[in-house]
């Protein structure tokens, strides 16, 4: 997995930020018109870009590419939102999961470093959005795995009809979930691998230190197959970072992507593992205090970068300029790369992802709708095409042709997804509910240790 904090002290803003959009702060017309134009472009990136033949997301668009799974995830997810916003109807929802689960249902598994696209019920990282077969040698992703797994569960909770198709999204989201070995992933260790090669085994680099993995430890948990012992969510929480960055006390992960693809699925409002229990606060409100430290981090701008301000910022996992038409030879900018900002990680060289605003709605919704609409409203059809926002953007690049700025020439499909799927969580709280009822997810929250809340009732 290309691995992708924030505390304001009015209350009235806290409270109303955990509110559906119906009863928050941002009711006017333009704001309500924006989300509606942001989430409908947005999700037209996965139902139009999914393959017509096996349905799986392309990892990057115009650019040809492979699919990458996680994206194929976050895609399965839009399509629920797509049928509840009437973009597509539930039909069309339905066939188009159930397209895109048969399929990779159905592809070859095994120990061998060719022909098949998965082996232990995980999936290789990229796939050939053709045959479905593993890309190259990518690892097999136990993360990667997590996010299509997640966004697989998400539809077997919405289609809970009677009807043969909706019958069959079930069937065989449990038989795929089911399959995974997540003990095996552990590698007899008390975190778990980051993934594996046939041609070398396991990677070295394991799941420690709050990032997105909190929906692998949960969907590992609460297996009735090959879960993984408690214990192991005590060991990966022993390994957090816990800080105070630019005023706000949380645990910290610098690229905000990291506070988000969890929360897409698991509402953490009001329920608590014992790490945040003693801390005092839930994980929802770590992304909301992660989101302004991120924030103020760009306000600040210790990099001098052109473009940063109040309203305009955002450091997340995303494209970037490279070097390679930078006319400036005292600036290095990066490629794709984990940007962020956090006590203990600083990755920064100007670039602005949209997602990284996007993702946090559900949290900050009164700093991050602003400045999306800010993007949209300063740069127009520069960075607003015709699927929402493009990947990112960087005005701090001076280019051999003596112009300034550059603007992604792709959307990225794991940086599309947080978009649409946090709308709706902010806006309806969808997903939450879905998730709030998937036996896997309760179960793997509770052998975790947390309590509280909605989870009471499960």
């Not at 999961?97 to 990282?125: E, Q, W």
């Not at 045959?131 to 966004?151: P, W």
């Not at 394991?206 to 090959?226: C, D, F, Q």
């Not at 693809?261 to 205090?289: A, L, T, V």
Request: proline share 4%; net charge negative; aromatic share 16%.
């Amino acid at each position: 997995m290309r691995s992708r904090f924030f505390y304001f002290t009015l209350s009235v803003l806290l409270v109303t930020a955990c509110q559906p959009a119906s009863q928050g702060s941002f009711h006017e017309a333009s704001s309500q018109v924006f989300l509606d134009s942001l989430s409908r472009h947005t999700f037209n990136f996965f139902w139009e870009q999914a393959d017509s033949s096996t349905a799986q997301v392309p990892d990057r668009w115009p650019s040809p590419s492979f699919s990458s799974i996680a994206a194929t995830g976050f895609g399965i997810t839009t399509y629920l939102i797509g049928a509840e916003r009437g973009y597509i109807s539930r039909e069309q929802a339905a066939e188009r999961v159930l397209k895109t689960i048969r399929f990779l249902n159905d592809l070859p598994k095994g120990d061998s470093a060719t022909g098949v696209a998965g082996y232990k019920g995980f999936f290789y990282h990229f796939i050939d959005i053709k045959s479905g077969l593993r890309f190259q040698q990518v690892e097999l992703s136990t993360i990667d795995t997590g996010l299509l797994m997640a966004g697989i569960l998400s539809a077997q909770s919405y289609f809970d009809g009677e009807n043969a198709t909706e019958q069959e999204i079930r069937t065989i989201a449990d038989t795929l979930y089911r399959a995974i070995e997540w003990d095996w992933a552990m590698n007899n260790e008390g975190t778990m691998s980051m993934g594996w090669h046939p041609e070398k085994g396991f990677i070295k680099a394991r799941w420690k230190g709050y990032n997105e993995a909190m929906i692998l430890y949960v969907l590992a948990l609460g297996s009735p197959t090959h879960t993984i012992p408690a214990e192991s969510w005590t060991a990966w929480t022993d390994t957090y970072q816990y800080d105070t960055y630019y005023g706000q006390e949380h645990v910290n992960f610098g690229p905000l992507f990291g506070h988000q693809y969890s929360q897409m699925y698991i509402d953490f409002r009001g329920i608590y593992d014992p790490y945040m229990k003693e801390k005092g606060f839930d994980y929802f409100e770590n992304s909301r205090r992660a989101t302004y430290a991120n924030r103020a981090y760009c306000v600040a701008n210790p990099g001098n970068y052109k473009g940063y301000s109040d309203i305009i910022w955002g450091l997340t996992a995303c494209d970037g300029p490279g070097n390679s038409s930078n006319a400036n030879p005292n600036v290095s900018f990066l490629g794709y790369n984990a940007r962020g900002a956090a006590s203990y990680y600083t990755e920064d060289d100007g670039t602005i992802a949209p997602t990284a605003a996007g993702g946090s709605i559900p949290f900050a919704p009164e700093i991050c709708i602003p400045a999306l609409q800010a993007m949209q409203q300063q740069y127009g059809d520069k960075i607003y095409k015709q699927y929402g926002f493009i990947d990112s953007f960087n005005q701090s690049i001076v280019n051999n042709d003596g112009t300034q700025g550059w603007v992604d020439k792709d959307y990225l499909g794991i940086d599309q997804g947080p978009i649409v799927i946090q709308i709706e969580n902010y806006r309806s709280e969808l997903v939450w509910k879905l998730m709030r009822k998937n036996p896997y997810i309760v179960n793997g929250l509770k052998k975790a240790g947390f309590t509280g809340g909605w989870l009471e009732n499960n």
